[in-house]
């Protein structure tokens, strides 16, 4: 039967077009405050500290998928970094706002009321609530809750929980309004604002396009889903600078009131619906493609359709013209898809918006192939459009395959060009983790982030295959194994015959910074006769080290490398060199190299380096990791120059390399776990230089029983990585109290009345990435010293007290990796500078003698940018000195010896 047939068919996973239900404009908006006028190339200028309330609802349909995107730049004429909020009020059937507590559910675990609770009340004694202790962040009590959650938006909320005991009773801000008997059913529930960001940017020079995508209903709220009992949605623009927009839009790609996006399935020229019939009775268990018709366009429908028809066996046929698809599903279990020699698939222009957008993604699959034949098939993407801000929202993850979980899956002798994001990725769906991968014969080329992924796996089998010319966002690798949770497996990985060349990062990654062996086992992965050639910033590198201060993974594992060859001719990258590692001292990892051959390149860096970490967390240096070299050969490399090591330990990593020369680096003894008490001070309420900490925030407070205390904590956001911190009190007895949180690009003050007096601490710990700095305080305050490692952020000065009769002691300091560096100066009481390093990456350990020691009082320590490199974080520890930091010189404590 010739074109024209047409049938109705339902595609799942794929964006069919999108229609437009909401645009910005002044008139449809009441101004909160600020200004808006009309701008230039039809946008609209919003004046600094605008905010701009809709007037209207849309309507959602829980079904249907929701885009809010708006392009969107930095004011003409101005400078700085404005920041630009779109939000989101949620509505439920009747108008009413879903406030947030209605449906924001910070445990799962339920509280029963233990006696009847009258009006007025303010004291309640709930069985189960001293689960909820360790929630943090405003807290409440939804009553009348389900297990099941179908009480969500719960409306009978009390009013802010003030403390719980041990014990459950709970004590309210104010009391509840209405009777509740006993036996109720409680949950708790987490204040918020009273609205939802739905984008947060902050938008450049140049116009820049935003999105994010909404569907679903979420009993308690999860990314990408409407609050329950959502019946419309009305939005908000915020600004705190001066911001042009244009197209801000709410777009639907499913018209309301359908559950399901149809399509018209429209079969091409010469096509076969004969056959396809047979297949969908199950006649049939091999097809191709071109019974569906010949490719004429777009031909996403007729793909899935032949994806979806029942068929064991799908052939994509080569045919005159490309077949140009949208994102397609692997739906079915069992199945092989094979593409003739030389059929391309390529990806339909100006499609693929979704953040996650794949050409082909296996979710959940088992027994699965994706073959070509002869000389291969071809998935192709178009990098460039996706780079262009103007036209698609900023990702990584616009891959040509993806596959999550699964076991048993096959990727052959294809070429996959041109992603968004991978060539192939591989990670897991839920707890369904992939097994018995195995990827071979493909040529990954011209990818945005990556060649290959690995994130997670077991059994994952990688060779004769080729990985290039990856470049556009880090890491740019030709092949990156790297676990992103706890407990993601990475397990009998092998990568054999394969060759990774001209990529803008490293050939090869293997970076196991959050896996935990305690909850998943240990790793292991195998690279064999692999080349490894003129990758800009490295051939391979291996990396252990804790990323963030909340990660506490004990890795062990093995890696071996067999008969490889790691070669630069072309690239002068100053932090090049061909094999490069990080290993965390608190992780057990055994490296063999055998039969590896070096050819550095014309940066004339070490053949190896190695860096010894400490954990950002803080732990004493106890070095478990072991690397092995046989049968090493650098080319053009002296035996002097085989090795940089980078001891930011100070451990001496006796023992860690064997097989190539290495002299652990030895530095002066100093007295480990010397103890000191402060002296009191005097009170006096002060306004403090910023001196921020990084990752983990820690402050000592010098307190008097009965006399209130108040200090004020600033949080400057770092980037989108920033979230809120909690902040807690520790007396000196030991107990800790809760203070509350702080926020990004937020000043908090806080108080307490201390019961006891003498040095208590206060910890600021939470969100990903906090940057917290004291600033006013009304008792002498300063930073609390990590025996170990303090972590500190932009330039500042801080003192330290050296105390009268001080033994030997040393201050150390390094920057982060290979990567940061630090400009330090130590000046003695009297002025003199003693120690001065304009570069400092590597450890280093001012150790001062005899003479020096006798200069007993406040010392001070500067912190630059260094002449060179790049600066922002950087470490310190002050081994044989009092921890207590002082910000300002007079709030350096008083010590004396403890006893």
Same mark, same amino acid.
């Given at each position: 039967?010739?074109?024209?047939?047409?049938?109705?068919?339902?595609?799942?996973?794929?964006?069919?077009?999108? #229609?437009?239900?909401?645009?910005?404009?002044?008139?449809?908006?009441?101004?909160?405050?600020?200004?808006?006028?009309?701008?230039?190339?039809?946008?609209?200028?919003?004046?600094?500290?605008?905010?701009?309330?809709?007037?209207?609802?849309?309507?959602?349909?829980?079904?249907?998928?929701?885009?809010?995107?708006?392009?969107?730049?930095?004011?003409?004429?101005?400078?700085?970094?404005?920041? @630009?909020?779109?939000?989101?009020?949620?509505?439920?059937?009747? /108008?009413?706002?879903?406030?947030?507590?209605?449906?924001?559910?910070?445990?799962?675990?339920?509280?029963?009321?233990?006696?009847?609770?009258?009006? /007025?009340?303010?004291?309640?004694?709930?069985?189960?609530?001293?689960?909820?202790?360790?929630?943090?962040?405003?807290?409440?009590?939804?009553?009348?809750?389900?297990?099941?959650?179908? &009480?969500?938006?719960?409306?009978?909320?009390?009013?802010?929980?003030?403390?719980?005991?041990?014990?459950?009773?709970?004590?309210?801000?104010?009391?509840?309004?209405?009777?509740?008997?006993?036996?109720?059913?409680?949950?708790?529930?987490?204040?918020?604002?009273?609205?939802?960001?739905?984008?947060?940017?902050?938008?450049?020079?140049?116009?820049?396009?935003?999105?994010?995508?909404?569907?679903?209903?979420?009993?308690?709220?999860?990314?990408?889903?409407?609050?329950?009992?959502?019946?419309?949605?009305?939005?908000?623009?915020?600004? &705190?600078?001066?911001?042009?927009?244009?197209?801000?839009?709410?777009?639907? =790609?499913?018209?309301?009131?359908?559950?399901?996006?149809?399509?018209?399935?429209?079969?091409?020229?010469?096509?076969?619906?004969?056959?396809?019939?047979?297949?969908?009775?199950?006649?049939?268990?091999?097809?191709?493609?071109?019974?569906?018709?010949?490719?004429?366009?777009?031909?996403?429908?007729?793909?899935?359709?032949?994806?979806?028809?029942?068929?064991?066996?799908?052939?994509?046929?080569?045919?005159?013209?490309?077949?140009?698809?949208?994102?397609?599903?692997?739906?079915?279990?069992?199945?092989?898809?094979?593409?003739? +020699?030389?059929?391309?698939?390529?990806?339909?222009?100006?499609?693929?918006?979704?953040?996650?957008?794949?050409?082909?993604? @296996?979710?959940?699959?088992?027994?699965?192939? *994706?073959?070509?034949?002869?000389?291969?098939?071809?998935?192709?993407?178009?990098?460039?459009?996706?780079?262009?801000?103007?036209?698609?929202?900023?990702?990584?993850?616009?891959?040509?395959?993806?596959?999550?979980?699964?076991?048993?899956?096959?990727?052959?002798?294809?070429?996959?060009?041109?992603?968004?994001?991978?060539?192939?990725?591989?990670?897991?769906?839920?707890?369904?983790?992939?097994?018995?991968?195995?990827?071979?014969?493909? !040529?990954?080329?011209?990818?945005?982030?990556?060649?290959?992924?690995?994130?997670?796996?077991?059994?994952?089998?990688?060779?004769?295959?080729?990985?290039?010319?990856?470049?556009?966002?880090?890491?740019?690798?030709?092949?990156?194994?790297?676990?992103?949770?706890?407990?993601?497996?990475?397990?009998?990985?092998?990568?054999?015959?394969?060759?990774?060349?001209?990529?803008?990062?490293?050939?090869?990654?293997?970076?196991?910074?959050?896996?935990?062996?305690?909850?998943?086992?240990?790793?292991?992965?195998?690279?064999?006769?692999?080349?490894?050639?003129?990758?800009?910033? %490295?051939?391979?590198?291996?990396?252990?080290? +804790?990323?963030?201060?909340?990660?506490?993974?004990?890795?062990?594992?093995?890696?071996?490398?067999?008969?490889?060859?790691?070669?630069?001719?072309?690239?002068?990258?100053?932090?090049?060199?061909?094999?490069?590692?990080?290993?965390?001292?608190?992780?057990?990892?055994?490296?063999?190299?055998?039969?590896?051959?070096?050819?550095?390149?014309?940066?004339?860096?070490?053949?190896?380096?190695?860096?010894?970490?400490?954990?950002?967390?803080?732990?004493?240096?106890?070095?478990?990791?072991?690397?092995?070299?046989?049968?090493?050969?650098?080319? &053009?490399?002296?035996?002097?120059?085989?090795?940089?090591?980078?001891?930011?330990?100070?451990?001496?990593?006796?023992?860690?390399?064997? %097989?190539?020369?290495?002299?652990?680096?030895?530095?002066?003894?100093?007295?480990? !776990?010397?103890?000191?008490?402060?002296?009191?001070?005097?009170?006096?309420?002060?306004?403090?230089?910023?001196?921020?900490?990084?990752?983990?925030?820690?402050?000592?407070?010098?307190?008097?029983?009965?006399?209130?205390?108040?200090?004020? @904590?600033?949080?400057?956001?770092?980037?989108?990585?920033?979230?809120?911190?909690?902040?807690?009190?520790?007396?000196?007895?030991?107990?800790?109290?809760?203070?509350?949180?702080?926020?990004? =690009?937020?000043?908090?003050?806080?108080?307490?009345?201390?019961?006891?007096?003498?040095?208590?601490?206060?910890?600021?710990?939470?969100?990903?990435?906090?940057?917290?700095?004291?600033?006013?305080?009304?008792?002498?305050? /300063?930073?609390?010293? &990590?025996?170990?490692?303090?972590?500190?952020?932009?330039?500042?000065?801080?003192?330290?007290?050296?105390?009268?009769? +001080?033994?030997?002691?040393?201050?150390?300091?390094?920057?982060?990796?290979? *990567?940061?560096?630090?400009?330090?100066?130590?000046?003695?009481?009297?002025?003199?500078?003693?120690?001065?390093?304009?570069?400092?990456?590597?450890?280093?350990?001012?150790?001062?003698?005899?003479?020096?020691?006798?200069?007993?009082?406040?010392?001070?320590? *500067?912190?630059?940018?260094?002449?060179?490199?790049?600066? #922002?974080?950087?470490?310190?520890?002050?081994?044989?000195?009092?921890?207590?930091?002082?910000?300002?010189?007079?709030?350096?404590?008083?010590?004396?010896?403890?006893?």
């Amino acid at each position: 039967m010739k074109a024209g047939i047409i049938v109705s068919i339902t595609l799942a996973g794929a964006v069919l077009g999108a #229609a437009e239900v909401w645009r910005f404009a002044p008139e449809r908006m009441n101004p909160g405050k600020g200004s808006t006028a009309v701008a230039a190339e039809g946008g609209y200028r919003l004046g600094a500290n605008a905010a701009f309330y809709a007037k209207d609802t849309i309507k959602i349909d829980p079904e249907a998928r929701y885009t809010i995107g708006v392009l969107a730049r930095r004011a003409a004429g101005t400078s700085g970094k404005p920041r @630009l909020w779109v939000v989101m009020e949620m509505l439920d059937r009747d /108008g009413r706002v879903l406030e947030p507590a209605a449906w924001r559910v910070a445990s799962e675990e339920l509280g029963v009321l233990t006696g009847d609770v009258k009006h /007025g009340d303010r004291e309640l004694r709930i069985q189960g609530a001293e689960k909820w202790l360790a929630v943090n962040g405003g807290k409440v009590l939804a009553f009348n809750a389900k297990a099941d959650k179908s &009480d969500l938006p719960n409306f009978a909320l009390s009013s802010r929980i003030g403390s719980i005991s041990p014990e459950g009773v709970v004590t309210l801000a104010r009391p509840v309004y209405r009777d509740y008997p006993a036996g109720t059913v409680v949950r708790c529930h987490r204040e918020a604002a009273p609205f939802e960001t739905v984008i947060r940017c902050d938008p450049p020079e140049t116009w820049q396009y935003f999105d994010a995508g909404r569907k679903g209903i979420a009993s308690a709220l999860a990314p990408g889903q409407f609050a329950s009992g959502t019946a419309a949605i009305r939005l908000r623009v915020l600004t &705190d600078g001066e911001v042009e927009i244009r197209d801000l839009t709410v777009k639907t =790609d499913s018209p309301a009131g359908s559950s399901e996006r149809k399509r018209e399935l429209s079969y091409g020229k010469n096509a076969r619906p004969d056959l396809v019939a047979q297949v969908k009775a199950g006649q049939l268990t091999e097809a191709q493609l071109s019974w569906w018709g010949e490719p004429d366009g777009d031909v996403t429908a007729r793909l899935q359709d032949a994806l979806d028809s029942g068929a064991k066996k799908l052939v994509i046929d080569k045919a005159d013209s490309p077949w140009i698809t949208e994102p397609l599903m692997l739906n079915r279990d069992g199945f092989e898809l094979v593409f003739a +020699s030389g059929a391309e698939l390529v990806a339909k222009r100006d499609a693929f918006h979704g953040r996650g957008d794949s050409v082909l993604t @296996l979710t959940g699959r088992r027994d699965v192939t *994706v073959r070509g034949e002869g000389a291969g098939g071809v998935i192709r993407m178009h990098k460039a459009d996706y780079q262009d801000p103007t036209r698609y929202s900023k990702s990584e993850w616009r891959n040509c395959i993806t596959v999550k979980g699964g076991k048993n899956i096959r990727i052959e002798n294809l070429r996959l060009a041109e992603s968004g994001g991978d060539g192939i990725l591989v990670s897991h769906h839920q707890a369904d983790f992939p097994e018995h991968i195995v990827i071979r014969k493909v !040529d990954c080329d011209g990818n945005h982030r990556q060649g290959l992924s690995i994130i997670c796996g077991t059994d994952i089998l990688v060779e004769d295959s080729v990985f290039r010319n990856t470049g556009g966002t880090n890491p740019e690798s030709g092949i990156d194994v790297e676990s992103n949770k706890a407990d993601d497996p990475v397990r009998k990985v092998v990568i054999r015959n394969c060759e990774l060349r001209d990529n803008a990062g490293h050939g090869l990654i293997i970076s196991l910074t959050r896996l935990d062996s305690r909850v998943v086992g240990p790793f292991d992965v195998t690279v064999e006769n692999c080349r490894s050639i003129n990758n800009k910033m %490295g051939d391979f590198f291996l990396t252990t080290r +804790s990323r963030w201060a909340r990660y506490e993974e004990e890795t062990e594992g093995l890696v071996n490398v067999r008969n490889c060859v790691f070669s630069n001719d072309v690239h002068r990258t100053a932090r090049h060199w061909p094999i490069d590692m990080d290993f965390d001292v608190r992780h057990k990892v055994t490296v063999n190299f055998d039969g590896v051959a070096v050819r550095r390149g014309p940066n004339r860096n070490g053949a190896v380096r190695i860096a010894h970490c400490l954990p950002d967390a803080g732990h004493p240096a106890v070095p478990r990791s072991r690397v092995h070299f046989r049968n090493f050969r650098a080319e &053009d490399v002296p035996d002097r120059a085989l090795l940089c090591f980078a001891d930011h330990s100070f451990s001496g990593a006796d023992g860690l390399v064997t %097989g190539i020369p290495f002299t652990p680096v030895k530095y002066p003894p100093v007295p480990a !776990d010397r103890k000191f008490v402060p002296l009191p001070g005097s009170p006096a309420e002060e306004t403090l230089p910023p001196v921020y900490q990084v990752l983990k925030a820690d402050l000592w407070l010098d307190c008097r029983a009965g006399e209130p205390v108040k200090f004020t @904590l600033n949080y400057p956001a770092l980037g989108r990585r920033s979230g809120g911190a909690a902040v807690t009190l520790i007396s000196p007895d030991g107990a800790r109290r809760k203070l509350g949180l702080i926020y990004p =690009d937020k000043s908090a003050e806080f108080s307490f009345t201390p019961e006891t007096s003498g040095f208590h601490r206060v910890e600021a710990r939470g969100g990903t990435y906090p940057k917290i700095a004291l600033r006013k305080s009304n008792v002498p305050a /300063g930073i609390l010293a &990590d025996p170990v490692d303090t972590i500190l952020y932009d330039p500042g000065t801080v003192y330290f007290r050296v105390p009268e009769n +001080s033994g030997p002691f040393a201050v150390r300091i390094w920057g982060r990796s290979n *990567v940061l560096a630090v400009k330090a100066e130590i000046f003695t009481p009297d002025g003199e500078r003693v120690f001065a390093a304009d570069f400092i990456r590597e450890g280093v350990q001012f150790t001062p003698n005899a003479a020096l020691r006798r200069r007993a009082g406040v010392w001070k320590l *500067v912190f630059s940018k260094p002449v060179s490199g790049y600066f #922002a974080k950087y470490h310190v520890a002050l081994p044989g000195l009092p921890p207590y930091l002082g910000v300002i010189p007079r709030w350096t404590p008083e010590v004396k010896a403890a006893e």
